[in-house]
């Protein structure tokens, strides 16, 4: 049993498996990071639509560098800018990135396979990180969790306040990276125009 599901019934057989998958952050990572190429390859993008999607995922992209600037992992419950609007502003600038590609990629398919990624491994990792919080912060961050939405927030004004930083922001989640990535795939759909 993986470190995520530990507090979980047990299950075995394939039933095992798939819940250890669905928690692993390795997987969900990296066939998120997959999914990009494979909708840039199989592009077939219109203008217009390449510029929304590209938007999108640019929109994506600065909500995950801002949202890492808030981050003191396990130290301290991040309540405040983007965590005041939603619990997981990173999964948020996630399905913005997915989003933006399924529409780039002007793709039909693109669509369902990105839908099924996203409800496949997000909801057990929104699951994980919110049991852990609560194990961390106590009632405290019940009571935030009770008042904030997971991805999808209520309002696009955050609560001003927090200990933001650029630093912060460019060494966690390998945000660098991510931008970069995230260009190369864009560029390598706009070069299908």
Known sequence: MGQRTKDLPPLSGPAHYLREWRYSEVGRQGFGLLLMPVFAVFAMPEQRLFVAGAVLSALGAMIRLYASGFIMKNQQLATDGPYSLVRHPLYTGNLLLLAGFVIASGQWWAAPVAVVFWFFFYPAAIEYEDRKLRRLFGERCAQ???????????????????????????????????????????GWIYRQL
């Open 144 to 186: 935030w969790q009770a008042a904030t939405p997971a991805v999808v927030p209520r309002s696009i004004l955050p609560r001003a306040g927090g200990n933001w930083s650029l630093a912060t922001s460019l060494s966690r989640n390998a945000e660098p990276l991510v931008l970069l990535y995230t260009v190369l795939c864009l």
